[in-house]
Nanobody, 118 residues
């Protein structure tokens, strides 16, 4: 059973920074893609940033230039968030995807709250 545990959320003023961490129960290289999603109240969950096993990354337009996704060589993924805005307030989720026989298996963490005050 894959487990993903997020940490690092909190309350920060606009313009501040936070670093989110996601600890996986297995090597992150066993997943094809790892990503950060977020969900604000009353809104759909949206992709924030993703990193493929080969190292390529992509970002939502709203966070480009402010957020950076990274990983270590073991079981951890990170999201460095700079120049935070009130609209970044959301629950942030760690996601891992594994491609098996043409089907995708998605795994989710429990989420960590990020609140940005104006």
């Amino acid at each position: 059973q894959v487990q993903l545990v997020e940490s690092g959320g909190g309350l920060v003023q606009a313009g501040g920074s936070l670093r989110l961490s996601c600890a996986a129960s297995e090597s992150i290289f066993s997943f094809n893609v790892m990503a950060w999603y977020r969900q604000a109240p009353g809104k759909q969950r949206e992709l924030v940033a993703a990193i493929a096993s080969g190292g390529s990354t992509n970002y939502a337009d709203s966070v480009k230039g402010r957020f950076t996704i990274s990983r270590d060589n073991a079981k951890n993924m990170y999201l460095q968030m700079n120049s935070l805005k009130p609209e970044d307030t959301a629950v942030y989720y760690c996601n891992a995807v594994r491609f098996v026989l043409g089907a995708n298996s998605h795994y989710w963490g429990q989420g960590t709250q990020v609140t940005v005050s104006s």
